[in-house]
């Protein structure tokens, strides 16, 4: 038996393919870079830095030792500056950090001597030792006011349920209601309220801790909701309703948002026998512009 395979035929001539020196070119691996090619790269790893640090914070410039920025090594500053990563310099050689240097220097002065910021400038800086991951100074700042009333405070409002998004409505409420009546302001009705359930006078004797006993049937015919925008409560706690509406408020101010408050009296909805809901009603006043 005779087997054509067609092999001369597929490879065709040997001298003919190797002759091309473009062929060869094509095949060849890549050169090294030269000086002027390897001129807009990187520079060769490890990066090294001299002992005092020049350095440009978004247009703020400082200065300080390497051990100051090495100080805390699980800190991304003691990583920027390990010798590990590039870091780009300006026209002057100083090493840039694309970021706000406002409150740099407060910073340093916590990795030079442990010095913490003024009260005023606590939150700002508490911001910036969470983008460099300084672990020593959050722990610090979270133990000097206002961040240590504000663990209290949280404390207070994880109690309530939906807190952070009755917030949410009660923006969204006021700015669709101010869009619809082309209006500088929009007035809500919110119901702050701390028990659960009224008490009258008959069951004031008996009232003895944070919520009154009833059975689940009873329990049922006192469950209704106020003709309101939002309702905030119940809550176990010996912070009352006054304490919530100063949160509401502030929280709402810390959003840009402008708020007035009045009470403007009680839910009078009846519920059974001698039985009034009596839920304190508020006014929100927010101002848009």
């Known amino acids: 038996m005779v087997v054509v395979t067609g092999q001369n035929k597929a490879s065709g001539n040997l001298d003919d393919v190797m002759s091309s020196s473009d062929a060869e070119d094509d095949f060849q691996d890549p050169a090294t870079p030269t000086a002027t090619q390897a001129g807009h790269s990187l520079p060769l ?53 694309d970021r706000d240097g406002t409150y740099f220097g407060d910073i340093l002065n916590f990795l030079r001597s442990g010095d913490l910021p003024p009260r005023e400038r606590v939150r700002s800086v508490y911001k910036e030792a969470q983008y460099y991951s300084i672990g020593p100074l959050l722990d610090n700042l979270e133990e000097v006011q206002p961040l240590k009333g504000e663990k209290v405070r949280q404390a207070f409002l994880g109690l309530m349920p939906y807190y952070k998004e009755h917030l949410e409505r009660i923006i969204e409420i ?62 176990e706690a010996v912070a009352d309703v006054y304490d919530l509406l100063h949160c509401i408020v502030t929280d709402l101010s810390d959003k840009g948002i402008t708020v007035d408050h009045q009470c403007i009296g009680v ?23």
């Open 174 to 235: 006021a700015k669709l209601r101010a869009m619809q009546r082309k209006a500088r302001f929009a007035k809500l009705k919110i119901c702050v309220f701390k028990e659960e359930m009224p008490i009258t006078p008959y069951e004031c004797p008996l009232f003895n801790s944070l919520r009154f006993e009833r059975s689940e049937s009873e329990t049922k015919l006192f469950e209704h909701h106020c003709e309101v925008d939002v309702s905030f409560g119940p809550w």
């Open 45 to 97: 790893l490890p990066q090294q830095f001299p002992e005092v640090v020049p350095l440009n914070v978004g247009g703020m410039y400082f200065a300080t030792r390497l051990s100051t920025l090495r100080r805390y090594e699980d800190t991304m500053l003691a990583a920027m500056f390990s010798g590990r990563h590039y870091i780009p310099t300006d026209a002057q050689g100083r090493y840039f950090i």
């Open 267 to 289: 839910c009078d909805k009846h519920l059974i026998n001698h039985y009034y809901c009596k839920r304190p009603i508020y006014e929100f006043k927010i101002t848009w512009w």
